[in-house]
């Protein structure tokens, strides 16, 4: 299992505030993922990098950015927020340097309002 | 591309009653298959996985999947479900060699 974090768990802003999502993972995983969910629907992939300086758009459009600077970090930044952004924000990683197979595994999630 | 459905949005069973959960997947050839549950407010903990070989797989609190090819189907199943199952559960596809991305069904809401 890996150890994946994200900060702040919770977090309810006003519009126009710029915010940035905190995920980190401990297992050296070289693959990490950006998923946005809102309740009760499936999850749907805006951002995932490879490596270090790897970072790609997902399947579903974001105003979001990521950056990939060091293997364990993977920010996700709102540069203005706004209350289309509300929603679950969920990381994951995937993929030991040991090559195994690519499971990917999954922080708490971020609860993001935008008031 | 490929897809997943989740046929039943939302299941209620008695404690101790048996369970099971549909999925079906669109993909050309043999995929990674996987089964998620999220609690209320939570992230998504693995449940079980299928890559190849035996096409029963075992994971954990008691659940099991089977992957049939001929129904293109990985059903989640539990013999006698427990309150603290009540969840919402996510199947999920991968192409074998990508992790690029996995597509998620839409979810199954289990009451207990």
């Known amino acids: 299992e890996a150890d994946i974090y994200q900060t702040p768990r919770y977090l309810v802003i006003g519009t126009g505030k710029k915010i940035t999502l905190e995920c980190s993972q401990t297992?050296?995983?070289?693959?990490m993922y950006w998923y946005q969910q809102d309740p009760g629907m499936e999850l749907h992939l805006i951002h995932y990098?490879?490596?270090?300086?790897?970072?790609e758009k997902g399947d579903l459009s974001s105003e979001s950015t990521v950056s990939r600077i060091r293997t364990e970090h993977f920010p996700l930044t709102l540069e203005s927020a706004r209350p289309s952004h509300t929603s679950q924000y969920l990381c994951?990683?995937?993929?030991?340097?040991?090559?195994?197979?690519?499971?990917?595994?999954f922080g708490p999630g971020t609860r993001l309002t935008v008031l | 591309a490929q897809s997943v459905t989740q046929p039943d949005i939302h299941i209620t069973v008695s404690e101790g009653a048996s369970l099971e959960l549909r999925c079906n997947y669109s993909?050309?050839?043999?995929?990674?298959l996987f089964w998620y549950v999220q609690s209320p407010g939570q992230g998504l903990q693995l449940l079980l996985k299928?890559?190849?070989?035996?096409?029963l797989v075992q994971g954990i609190k008691g659940f099991e999947a089977e992957f049939k090819r001929s129904q293109s189907s990985f059903n989640l199943r539990k013999p006698s479900v427990h309150w603290s199952d009540a969840a919402e559960y996510f199947c999920?596809?991968?192409?074998?060699?990508?992790?690029?991305?996995?597509?998620f069904g839409s979810g199954t809401q289990l009451t207990v």
């Open positions: 299928y890559f190849s070989g035996d096409t």
């Open positions: 999920a596809v991968g192409a074998p060699g990508s992790a690029r991305q996995l597509t």
């Open positions: 994951a990683s995937s993929a030991p340097r040991d090559g195994s197979t690519d499971t990917q595994y």
């Open positions: 990098s490879y490596g270090v300086n790897s970072t």
């Open positions: 297992m050296g995983h070289d693959k």
């Open positions: 993909y050309g050839a043999t995929p990674y």
